[in-house]
Structures are given as structure tokens and as C-alpha cells.
């Protein structure tokens, strides 16, 4: 399904907006392979670090590798934000529109078209609105909508967010499937329970600055740092 | 008050008559409006939306200067053109003054920039709920402003129904570069004008009343074969 993997790596990467510096100095590798789970508190900096992975935001400093060269990258790589944005065209349109950008013959979009569908459950709501879904169908079908060109690596910001237990599990199938059909997941989320539900190795993020970072069983049973441990506690760490 | 309803029974004897004249105005009316219009969509929506989307130096100034022209007189534009295309102009060899061709002209530079910057502040709008979307899915910029004009297609034929509300109803432009020469470059307007000078207020208002029914179902009839007010359709 999934061709070359893709590696991800920050050294030194600094974001500022307006003069305020709100990420780094920070360096982090991503393998190719793997569910990373980004945490922290609001304003803790996720969004930006995802953003400056998938390349939609640019480092202020430092610098951003990866294992081929960008624009092979960029397009294999794709991004499903907190709050889904739907084209103003109907389930189908939404699901074709990835595929019709780079070409894929019409046949084979159908095809891929009524596969997700059926996936996320919207097989009988082909031909209405996507604007007009429910929060939780939205979510799906953006994330449908993303997976649908089989990308390396897939960036996530708070999918989950305000959803309810059903569209949560849901959506956690499609990205459990994904991750074992060998496309690297990036995720940012605050619900732990989730963190440890899916994660491989997780991130934490305070202030920017990452305050630890490893595989996700360590990072569980024992943090490093005092943030991390408030953090999992469920004490308020700013 | 006789006058109006004199001029409601000539519009109404024009009509069931099928009076040639009126039908010969009517068709070079829509003929002019028509072709200006889609000449004039096919420069402003690109524009509007490239605009929208695309950031440069002066890109302030020139959305500004854009709806600055809005406003442009009509009578100096045909000024204008009239200057261009007349025999001294440098567009004189041409031969296109007093022509349906010239009244087109005109009627482009008068309703461009108005259906460019509607279209111009809609793109905005979708294209700020769609920008992450689009960057994030490494669209080239072909791609986008195609994404925005079939997604605002609705709103954009707005655009494009003011655009042709202006050029029907225009007349201070066409009358200076068309003349409104009998059988060749007379319209709608232009014959309610002469009609006017002349005193005959009723056939004058039956052609306005022929005027405003067109200008009605064109506009009816764009948002029939749209399906603008359709439930559930995108």
C-alpha cells in the first residue's frame, strides 16, 4: 500500500509570530516507522510542530530534514486538522477531490470512492452535502479523505476533539488500520486515555520546548521530568 | 399617470404584435450584453480570484484601484473608446466605430472591474476556510483558483448577474461608440433615449417596460438552469 517511508527530522527548529518566539529551540526525530502521539497543554506549541512537519508553516530557525527530497514528500504526506474543512461538494466530490489533483484515472477513483465510503459508514449519504454532515461524519471523511492517497505519513491535530465515545472509536479504527497498512501517524491530542490507546512513542510538549519525549511505555510508567509527571497526574502544568 | 399606462398598453401591443423593430432592438440589445458579459466574466472571475488568493507588493493598490473603477463614469468611457477607435485614434484603421463591435468594447471596460471585485471579495472568504486545506494537500495555484471559481460558482454568477444588470441598462457609453444608428447599433436604451428626446413617452416606456422584463428573465432563467434555490445541491 504505502511506498518509501519517510523520516522526519528538527535540529534547532524556532517558530516566532510577531516577534514572540512560541516553539523551540527543539530537536526531534521521527522514524519512519510509527504512531507518535504529540501532548501538552493548550498553547503548549502541537499545532505549529505539526504544521512545521507537514510543511504548511516555516521555521523561523533551524532546520527541517527529511529523507527525500520535498516535493516527492509533500505529496505523500497528509494532514487532518482539529476542526475538518469540508469542500463545498457533495461525500463523493470530498472524497474524489485528493485523487483528481494528481491524475488518477476515473475508474479507479469510483472505485477508491465507494471503498471509503463503506469504510467510514457514509455509503448511503454519497450524494449529500458534506457541509451539512454531523460533526463526527465530518471528522471521518476527512480523515477518509486524507488516507484515500495512501500517504507515508499522515499529521493529525486533535481529530477527536468533541467528538463523542462512538465517532472516537470509530476514528481510532481507521487510524489503527492505517498505521498497520505501514503509513507513519503523527498525532496531536490532550485526552490521554487516547495517548495510550494508541501511541508507540510519545512527545510532550510545555511551552514550546519539549519536556520529554520516548517510547510511549516508558513515557507512561515513568516520565522524566516533573512536567511530564504533573501532566499525567491531571494536575494544571504551565 | 396616463402616460405610465399608455406606455404599459404599447409595451403590451409591442409584445403580442411582434413588432420587428422592437424584436431587432431587443435581440441586438441581448447580443451586445451578452457577448460583453461573457467576454468580461472571462477576464474578471480568473482575476477576482487570483486576487483572493495571490500575494504581492501592490496587491492593496490594486484591489483598491479595482473597486475604485467600479464607479467609472460610463459617458467617459465611451469617451474614451470613442477616441481610440475613431479615424484619428490609433485603433481608427479598425473601422469599428459606431458598431455593435465598439459598444461591446465599451460595455467590457464598464463591467469588468465590477465583476471582478464581487467576485474578489467572495474568493476571499472561501478562500480562508479553504487555504489550510488546499496548502495542506500541495495544490499547485492553477488548481486552487479552479477549486474556488467551480466551489463560488453560485456566488460568482452574482457576479456575473450584476455585471450584466450594469451593461443592459447602460446607455451613455454605447449611444457615444454606437451612435445609435437605425438598424445597426441601436438598443433598448439607446431607443428609449431618442424616444424620450422625441416626446413620445409612451413608446418610450414600453421599451422600458420590454427593458426591465428582459433584464427579469435572464435573471430568472440563470438561476433556473443553476438551480441556485435548490435544496440539498452543490
Known amino acids: ?238 | 399617470m396616463n402616460d405610465i399606462w399608455a406606455g404599459i398598453e404599447a409595451a403590451f401591443w409591442l409584445i403580442v404584435t411582434l413588432d420587428g423593430d422592437l424584436i431587432d432592438i431587443t435581440l441586438r440589445s441581448l447580443q451586445v450584453s451578452v457577448t460583453a458579459l461573457v467576454i468580461a466574466s472571462c477576464i474578471a472571475l480568473p482575476l477576482g480570484t487570483w486576487l483572493a488568493i495571490r500575494r504581492f507588493r501592490y496587491r492593496r493598490a490594486t484591489i483598491a484601484t479595482l473597486n475604485a473603477l467600479m464607479g467609472l463614469p460610463p459617458v467617459v468611457v465611451g469617451l474614451i473608446v470613442y477616441l481610440l477607435l475613431s479615424r484619428s485614434g490609433p485603433f481608427g484603421v479598425l473601422g469599428l466605430l459606431f458598431t455593435p463591435t465598439a459598444m461591446i468594447i465599451a460595455q467590457v471596460i464598464i463591467i469588468t472591474p465590477l465583476i471582478a471585485s464581487i467576485t474578489h471579495q467572495a474568493m476571499r472568504e472561501l478562500w480562508a476556510e479553504y487555504h489550510d486545506l488546499l496548502i495542506s494537500l500541495n495544490t499547485t495555484k492553477r488548481q486552487r483558483v479552479a477549486t474556488l471559481i467551480w466551489d463560488g460558482r453560485r456566488t460568482l454568477l452574482t457576479a456575473s448577474l450584476a455585471g450584466f444588470g450594469r451593461a443592459i441598462g447602460e446607455v451613455g457609453a454605447i449611444m457615444i461608440v454606437g451612435g445609435n444608428i437605425d438598424n445597426a447599433t441601436r438598443v433598448l436604451t439607446t431607443a428609449i433615449a431618442l424616444e424620450t428626446g422625441k416626446g413620445d413617452f409612451a413608446l418610450a416606456l414600453g421599451l422600458g417596460f420590454v427593458l426591465i422584463a428582459l433584464a427579469l428573465a435572464v435573471n430568472f432563467a440563470i438561476h433556473a438552469l443553476s438551480r441556485t434555490e435548490q435544496e440539498g445541491r452543490w
Open chain 1, 1 to 238: 500500500m504505502v511506498t518509501q517511508p519517510t523520516t522526519l527530522s528538527l535540529k534547532n527548529a524556532v517558530v516566532r509570530r510577531r516577534g514572540k518566539q512560541i516553539l523551540g529551540p527543539i530537536d526531534l526525530n521521527f522514524p519512519a516507522k510509527g504512531f507518535s502521539i504529540v501532548l501538552g497543554p493548550n498553547g503548549a506549541g502541537k499545532t505549529t510542530l505539526l504544521k512545521i512537519l507537514h510543511g504548511v508553516e516555516r521555521l523561523s530557525e533551524g532546520s527541517l530534514t527529511l529523507s527525500a527530497p520535498d516535493k516527492e514528500v509533500r505529496q505523500k504526506q497528509a494532514y487532518v486538522f482539529q476542526t475538518p474543512i469540508m469542500l463545498r461538494r457533495s461525500v463523493r466530490q470530498n472524497l474524489a477531490y485528493p485523487l483528481e489533483l494528481i491524475g488518477t484515472p476515473k475508474p479507479v477513483i469510483a472505485e477508491k470512492v465507494t471503498d471509503w465510503a463503506h469504510r467510514i459508514g457514509l455509503q448511503d449519504a454519497m450524494d449529500r452535502p458534506a457541509p451539512r454532515l454531523s460533526g463526527g461524519e465530518k471528522q471521518k471523511l476527512a480523515l477518509a479523505r486524507a488516507l484515500i492517497r495512501e500517504p507515508n505519513v499522515l499529521f493529525l491535530d486533535e481529530p477527536c476533539a468533541s467528538l463523542d465515545g462512538k465517532s472516537t472509536r470509530e476514528i481510532e479504527a481507521l487510524l489503527l488500520n492505517a498505521h498497520s497498512a505501514g503509513t507513519r501517524i503523527i498525532m496531536t491530542t490532550h485526552d490521554l486515555g487516547q495517548g495510550r490507546r494508541l501511541a508507540s512513542d510519545v512527545v510532550f510538549l510545555l511551552n514550546g520546548k519539549v519536556h520529554d519525549s520516548g517510547p510511549a511505555v516508558e513515557f507512561f510508567s515513568g516520565p522524566r521530568t516533573s512536567a511530564a509527571k504533573a501532566f499525567l497526574n491531571g494536575d494544571i502544568v504551565e
